[in-house]
């Protein structure tokens, strides 16, 4: 529910960035991007698969994410935090820019993009939030311990001695219970360790690589391909046809369909 999705954001700039010149679709584009590599930044540092993608900043400007400048001017910082949020800041000043130029002159246009953005910020700061503080060591550690012990010790309680009056004659060798017991309570202990780290490599975890390139590609068809191809504003209504909103007018009732209406009796 956390993982930011930039589909309002684009929905939301090509409602109040419309111009079809070539400055306003620069605007759109740098600042769609611009969201998405703060995302991108942010995926690097707490998923290994997304890392192994994108190892290097150079790789993001391959892939054109970022442009070298904005790489130039992300390694000019000093790396004392995490600085997944410096394109936010570019995104600021691109909207900024955009408004002085009268290219968005709504104001409240402005005002949703913005909400629109922040709303995109908070969702990757809470994901970086919930990366860094994580569950307790502690914790996990005396689950595993509490449930590898306890059937450790039922390998010894529960162990069948001998006949007694009883069970008579009766042998058991397999311990049906205990080996169910032991198939649900680890099986919750594996679930819980999967949960723990959602953003691994294994087949249960988010593939944010597959996200990744989703996003990419829906931005890129919204707003290069997708925004030229509108159909034109018709009357869907055949011309030819007066009775046709009379009849959509009939309610569905049995008189109008009787087939479909059928008396069901039944017995007691």
């Not at 790789?59 to 970022?66: A, C, E, T, W, Y």
Request: net charge positive.
């Amino acid at each position: 529910m956390t993982i930011p999705w930039p589909d309002k954001l684009m929905l939301t700039l090509q409602m109040y960035v419309p111009g079809k010149d070539e400055r306003s679709r620069i605007i759109r584009r740098v600042l769609l991007r611009r969201a998405l590599l703060m995302l991108t930044l942010l995926l690097r540092s707490i998923s290994r698969a997304v890392r192994r993608r994108f190892p290097t900043l150079q790789d993001l400007v391959k892939n054109g994410i970022m442009t070298q400048t904005e790489k130039q001017c992300y390694e000019s910082i000093s790396p004392v935090v995490n600085l997944f949020w410096v394109p936010s800041t570019w995104f600021a000043s691109t909207l900024n820019e955009a408004v002085r130029d009268g290219i968005l002159a709504d104001p409240a246009g402005n005002k949703l993009i913005m909400e629109e953005f922040l709303e995109f910020r908070a969702n990757c700061g809470a994901l970086w939030s919930y990366n860094w503080v994580s569950i307790p060591m502690v914790y996990t550690q005396v689950c595993t311990l509490a449930t590898y012990s306890y059937f450790i010790a039922c390998l010894m309680a529960r162990q069948y001695t001998g006949p007694s009056s009883a069970v008579g004659a009766i042998d058991i060798y397999f311990p049906i219970g205990t080996v169910l017991e032991l198939v649900f309570y680890v099986g919750l202990l594996k679930v819980a360790e999967q949960m723990k780290n959602p953003f691994g490599d294994d087949d249960e975890d988010f593939d944010l690589n597959f996200l990744l390139t989703r996003h990419l590609k829906t931005v890129h068809l919204g707003l290069d391909y997708l925004n030229d191809l509108v159909p034109p504003l018709k009357d869907d209504q055949p011309a030819n046809n007066k009775d046709t909103r009379q009849q959509e007018r009939v309610p569905n009732t049995q008189i109008t369909h009787p087939t479909r209406f059928k008396t069901v009796s039944s017995k007691i």
